[in-house]
Structure formats: structure tokens, C-alpha cells
């Protein structure tokens, strides 16, 4: 995130890794992380990319909740 001053507010979607270990792996709409190398630069930027936007001040939001729920999160931080 090279300016988050550009921005209002910034949001962070999180989930653990099980969970997203296994969203990509179940996915049909990519087939992105398939090959256990994609699937090993997914996880290891994953830590990075989380502190990143921890340090610009992201809003964190837990992406494991119901669907419905994260929207009216953001919603209600909006």
C-alpha cells in the first residue's frame, strides 16, 4: 500500500490461513494457487500483505463471517 493517505478509510478482509488455504483450493472461478508453487507464494505473501495494511491503519473485518454480516460491517463503517 504505497500512499493509504490517499484514502478515507481503508479496509482488511481477513480470514485465517486453514480458511484460505481452502477457498483457494475449492475455488472454480480461478485457477490460480492450484500448482503447489502458486499455492506457496499465496501463503507466504499472505503475512506480508496483512502487516502492510495493519500498519496504514486498515479497519479489520473478519471475512469468515456470514456474507451478509461483512457487508453490513462495511456498511456501517462507511
Known amino acids: 500500500l ?17 480458511t484460505q488455504l481452502k477457498r483457494i483450493l475449492n475455488r472454480t ?12 507464494n499465496a501463503l507466504k ?7 502492510k495494511y495493519r500498519q496504514a491503519g486498515a479497519i479489520e473485518i473478519d471475512a469468515s463471517w456470514p456474507l451478509d454480516e461483512i457487508i453490513s460491517k ?3 463503517l462507511v
Do not use: C, M, T
Open 2 to 18: 504505497e500512499n493509504p493517505d490517499l484514502f478515507s478509510k481503508i479496509f482488511l478482509l481477513v480470514i485465517n490461513e486453514k
Open 29 to 40: 472461478n480461478n485457477q490460480y494457487g492450484k500448482q503447489p508453487h502458486q499455492l506457496a
Open 45 to 51: 505473501w499472505r503475512d506480508v500483505q496483512i502487516e
Open 74 to 76: 462495511l456498511l456501517s
